[in-house]
């Protein structure tokens, strides 16, 4: 970990582990990492790393995308604001644990512990965007994003995440044939 993302680097020491349940006989740990999808308390230090990295990686990376692209639970907190540090639009994708009829493209995603249903709304052949997600574990979530943003005609530019989980990414990269940049790697 690079030392210019002190707090960030502490924030991934000090996460504590938990165990989150898909079924009753399926158990997967993670870690409670504050900026990731089950994190909760953060404080404003760290959001201002984080925030101040993220545009800088996507600066010297990633110059030319029309907006950013967040998936939620945990990206569309950081795609917001380095959308808003970068002067960028953005488009957050929902989820749901049910499929609604009203949205015209839903993806079913999967990940080690829970099902769920990924919406992409105000998309337009040809937009080019970067996608911008808080952790990169096995790269299931990115992958099934990319596979349907090409369906749709969106250009995938790159990747931009906070942390990236063992070296799942380099893989990733290939699959999607776009890069894939992290602040941080555990």
């Not at 030392?3 to 000090?14: F, P």
């Not at 959308?83 to 644990?97: D, G, V």
Request: glycine letters at 6%; a negative charge.
């Amino acid at each position: 970990m690079s030392a210019s993302y002190a707090r960030l680097s502490e924030s991934i020491s000090k996460a504590k582990n938990v165990r989150i349940y898909k079924d009753k006989d399926t158990a997967y740990d993670f870690k409670l990492y504050p900026f990731g999808e089950r994190g909760t308390y953060i404080d404003p230090e760290l959001i201002s790393e984080i925030t101040d990295s993220l545009a800088e990686s996507i600066t010297a990376q990633f110059p030319a995308f029309d907006y950013i692209v967040s998936p939620e639970p945990g990206g569309h907190t950081w795609g917001m604001l380095a959308a808003y540090k970068l002067m960028k639009p953005m488009n957050i994708l929902r989820l749901s644990t049910e499929l609604y009829d009203n949205y015209e493209v839903s993806i079913k995603r999967e990940t080690a512990y829970n099902e769920n249903y990924i919406y992409f709304d105000g998309f337009t052949a040809g937009d080019r965007v970067l996608l911008l997600d808080d952790v990169i574990s096995s790269g299931a979530t990115i992958r099934c994003i990319a596979r349907q943003m090409a369906r749709m005609g969106i250009e995938l530019t790159g990747v931009q995440a906070i942390l990236a989980k063992g070296d799942h990414y380099k893989q990733l990269q290939t699959d999607i044939g776009v890069p894939v940049r992290f602040l941080s790697k555990v």
